[in-house]
């Protein structure tokens, strides 16, 4: 069955620089959601889109936007990049829970690993 | 809001015994309830979830979990574990209404099979 699909897998970038991550929900999925992981820490919800409109929003950083595609897939947008966004950086998609019940509950991606150097 | 909290950071335990992995939440409205594993190195993988019905839900690989609503509680249970079983696992709540599904998750908890 097909996933969720993030690219790249791993990405380095220096200090200042911009960086896009990529997200391909599963197919009739119409949420996306980002999150990040620091190193040794538990996911942080970051923004989710509900049919291409921002749905909900958390701690995102305003050096980062993000959006989603008429084909749903989702790009997250870091600028000014920090050394302490390194992370993994997590797409998941899902059905709207609430409308269907949740009965597909959340699907992640494998990830993104961001090195900021 | 919602907040999750897995009492054990940590659990080593040896190869075929029983685990139990503790996770409580708090929350002002009814949530959905998730326990996710991760392997080293690896994304999110959905172990089993909580929606509505039976308050007891299984995994295909032997996990099982109980939701205790008067207890807040959503504990994962193996009654004989396996090496590859090692991974961290978090537990995650979902509100069932507003918060936009985003799930919020405990701190993890690092499950180590020993032989």
């Known amino acids: 069955a097909a996933g969720v699909i993030q690219s790249p897998r791993h990405l380095i970038k220096e200090k200042r620089e911009t960086a896009t991550l990529k997200c391909y929900p599963i197919?009739?999925?119409?949420?996306v959601y980002w999150y990040q992981q620091g190193p040794g820490q538990d996911p942080q919800f970051l923004i989710s889109?509900?049919?291409?409109?921002?749905?909900d929003k958390g701690s995102i950083p305003d050096r980062f936007s993000a959006q989603q595609f008429s084909d749903y897939h989702s790009e997250l947008n870091m600028s000014s990049l920090e050394l302490g966004d390194s992370a993994l950086y997590f797409c998941?998609?899902?059905?709207?829970?609430?409308?269907?019940?949740?009965?597909?509950?959340?699907?992640f991606g494998s990830g993104t690993r961001l090195t900021v150097v | 809001a919602q907040s999750v909290t897995q009492l054990d950071s940590q659990v080593p335990v040896f190869e075929e015994a029983p685990v139990e992995l503790r996770c409580n939440y708090s929350s002002s409205v009814s949530v959905y309830l998730f326990w996710y594993v991760q392997y080293p190195n690896q994304g999110l993988q959905l172990l089993l979830k909580?929606?509505?019905?039976?308050?007891l839900v299984e995994s295909i690989n032997g996990f099982e979990a109980e939701f205790n609503k008067s207890q807040t509680s959503f504990h994962l249970r193996k009654p004989s574990v396996h090496i590859s079983d090692t991974a961290e696992y978090f537990c995650a709540v979902s509100p069932l209404t507003g918060g936009g599904n985003k799930l919020t998750f405990g701190t993890g908890t690092q499950l180590k099979v020993e032989l």
């Open positions: 889109f509900y049919e291409k409109m921002q749905s």
């Open positions: 998941a998609s899902s059905l709207d829970l609430h409308r269907d019940g949740g009965e597909d509950g959340y699907t």
């Open positions: 197919p009739r999925h119409d949420t």
């Open positions: 909580y929606l509505s019905g039976s308050t």
